[in-house]
Nanobody
Framework: QVQLVESGGGLVQPGGSLRLSCAAS????????IGWFRQAPGKEREGVSC????????NYADSVKGRFTISRDNSKNTVYLLMNSLKPEDTAVYYC??????????????????WGQGTQVTVSS
């Protein structure tokens, strides 16, 4: 059974850091690009970042560029999202999903197929 499971969310103060994990089971992550998305209450889903399968090239939304770093460890079948300098507006449920990743341009959720269940990130003092 193909499954993606996110973890690492929680409550953090503004300026703090979190590292989210997206662990895959039922398939080998090596051949798949992975994206991270988030959705805050009352807001549309936003593509945050993605990483390709081939050369691990990456793409970031302007809202997180310079603060978030996506990476992958194929030996652990896991993709990570390191989030630094967190702001209250980063509060959302974060999801990972498998789909295409192109450098530059928006990260579109409709192009992604398998999705995890999400992990809550709350940035608040």
């Amino acid at each position: 059974q193909v499954q993606l499971v996110e973890s690492g969310g929680g409550l953090v103060q503004p300026g703090g850091s979190l590292r989210l994990s997206c662990a895959a089971s039922g398939f080998t992550l090596d051949y798949y690009a992975i994206g991270w998305f988030r959705q805050a209450p009352g807001k549309e889903r936003e593509g945050v970042s993605c990483i390709s399968s081939s050369d691990a090239s990456t793409n970031y939304a302007d809202s997180v560029k310079g603060r978030f770093t996506i990476s992958r460890d194929n030996s652990k079948n896991t993709v990570y999202l390191l989030m630094n300098s967190l702001k209250p507006e980063d509060t959302a449920v974060y999801y990972c999903a498998s789909g295409p990743c192109h450098s530059g341009g928006p990260i579109e959720g409709f192009m992604y197929d398998y999705w995890g269940q999400g992990t809550q990130v709350t940035v608040s003092s």
